[in-house]
């Protein structure tokens, strides 16, 4: 068919344009300085942040990354329910059929940070992490 | 995949599908093409509703409430595209309105999308045309479009709505600016958001005012009295008031043959605009070229004004 020559693929992300990152705090966590900080960040680095702040379900946050066709998601964690919730997240994504990756930001233990790579979260960032960094962490983990 | 069948996945109820056609509409190019040519011919059957007004006045919890009461009467799913500005320095977005709208989020046959403006100015997305034809085209009716925050003459959303809102807060202005405004202009329905704070009941009063100084109806034409609502967006006060307004204006849209009006004008507006689009994108092609570089280069050393220099650069386009 000849419209099939001139479509180009609908899953390419061409260059140039803007990613969309959802940014959520899952379950009983109300700090969102971190998260508003890094909302901050992404967006002064061209990123459209989707922006669903605190009290989030794993439900939820699936939802807005179908319906906003997201490029990833970023959690933001401070109350030590990481290795319980981060998972959760991840397997929510495969359930759903989403191929994106969730990137796990906030106060996460040295040791604790293999064990959320080994389950599938794509980058974990830390305090002090700066703009490049989180920039950089996220568009690592899209490209991958 | 290709898009006929993506189009296909999102008719049949997928999201992830018409998530992935709304992103093919805002990013344009071939397969935006695409997307258009498939759900223009299927759409128009919608109502699509416009919610606009000044920053913080209460849009998205209005916006989140009334998709509530919408999804209620409608079998068909609501639409929303809710509009948050890009920053003009970076590009990027905190596109913020799904925590306003916990009331639908999570409702199964509600579908939000958040877009960034990505520059144009008016208050609404280049893309937000192509959105409202697709949702429509899946079957999402009514649509509802929540415009950014905007002020006095950023009211684009009127040439693309059927019904317009317009929300105003206790405080906003008084009786001169509300003359003065071109939003005020558009709008079919208003809203006194916030109605519970002191002021509200002068703010509804320099409203009637103006709506009474410009009550000058034409006896030939049908005329549409803009109606005051008064709402507590956060407790949902007065907000099926605000709905059963809308399902009027509808009814007097159709039973008058205005909806037919404000829809080929929409068409119209469109088609120029996209007129402007490619000849504005060749015109600045040409202007790269060799030729294009030359009539620069005279303008620049004086010898050709600006104007006379872009008609010979169009000279073959604007010989008839």
């Known amino acids: 068919m000849s419209t099939e020559s001139t479509t180009t693929d609908v899953a390419a992300q061409p260059d140039g344009e803007p990613l969309r990152v959802i940014l959520a705090k899952l379950g009983l966590d109300g700090h969102d300085r971190g998260l508003k900080v890094v909302a901050r960040m992404l967006r002064d680095a061209g990123v459209e942040v989707i922006y669903l702040g605190i009290r989030q379900t794993t439900a939820t946050i699936i939802n807005a990354a179908e319906q906003e066709d997201a490029d990833a998601i970023g959690l933001s964690m401070h109350n030590a329910g990481h290795l319980t919730l981060a998972p959760r997240m991840v397997e929510a994504v495969k359930e759903a059929g989403l191929d994106i990756p969730v990137i796990v930001g906030g106060i996460i233990p040295d040791d604790d940070v293999i064990e959320l ?8 960032l830390g305090p ?4 490049d960094d989180v920039v950089a962490a996220v568009r690592t983990s899209i490209s991958n | 995949m290709p898009v ?17 056609l709304l992103t093919l ?8 093409d695409k997307v258009a040519e498939i759900s223009h011919p299927i759409a128009g059957s919608s109502h699509v509703v416009g919610l606009t007004g000044a920053p913080g006045a209460g849009k998205s ?11 209620l009467a409608s079998e068909s799913g609501v639409g929303v595209v809710a509009i948050d500005p890009s920053s003009p320095i970076t590009g990027g977005a905190i596109l913020g309105d799904r925590i306003r709208m916990d009331e639908v989020i999570d409702r199964e046959g509600t579908f939000v999308r958040s877009m960034a403006t990505r520059g144009s100015s008016g208050g609404l997305a280049l893309a937000v045309p192509g959105a409202i034809r697709v949702l429509d085209a899946v079957g999402y009716d009514p649509v509802i479009i929540e415009t950014v925050g905007v002020g006095q003459v950023e009211v684009d959303i009127a040439g693309t709505a059927d019904t317009t ?3 105003v807060t206790p405080g906003w202005g008084d009786a001169v600016q509300a003359n003065k405004a071109g939003l005020l202009e558009v709008a079919d329905i208003f809203v006194v958001n916030k ?8 703010a509804r009063r320099d409203l009637e005012l103006m709506l009474d100084l410009g009550a000058h109806p034409d006896p030939n034409k049908p005329t549409w009295r803009a109606p005051i609502l008064m709402t507590t967006a956060t407790d949902g006060s007065g907000i099926d008031e605000l709905w059963d307004q809308v399902v009027a204006h509808r009814s007097w849209l159709t039973e008058t043959g205005e909806l037919l009006g404000r829809r080929q004008n929409r ?11 490619l000849l504005g994108g060749l015109g600045r092609k040409r202007a790269e070229s060799e030729q294009g570089l030359a009539l620069l280069a005279d303008v620049q050393s004086r010898k050709l004004s600006p104007t006379a220099a872009a008609a010979e650069l169009l000279a073959d386009l604007l010989e008839s």
């Open chain 2, 165 to 167: 809102i317009v929300v």
């Open chain 2, 61 to 71: 919890t209005i916006t989140g409430r009334l998709a509530a009461a919408a999804g």
């Open chain 2, 267 to 277: 068409d119209r507006f469109e088609m120029l605009g996209r007129v402007d689009e």
């Open chain 2, 4 to 20: 006929p069948d993506v189009f296909e996945l999102a008719r049949n109820g997928e999201r992830r599908a018409l998530g992935r």
């Open chain 1, 117 to 124: 790579q080994n389950k599938g979260i794509a980058a974990v």
């Open chain 2, 25 to 32: 509409v805002e990013r344009g190019g071939v397969n935006g």
């Open chain 1, 128 to 131: 002090g992490a700066s703009t």
């Open chain 2, 195 to 202: 109605a519970e704070r002191p002021g509200a009941s002068d």
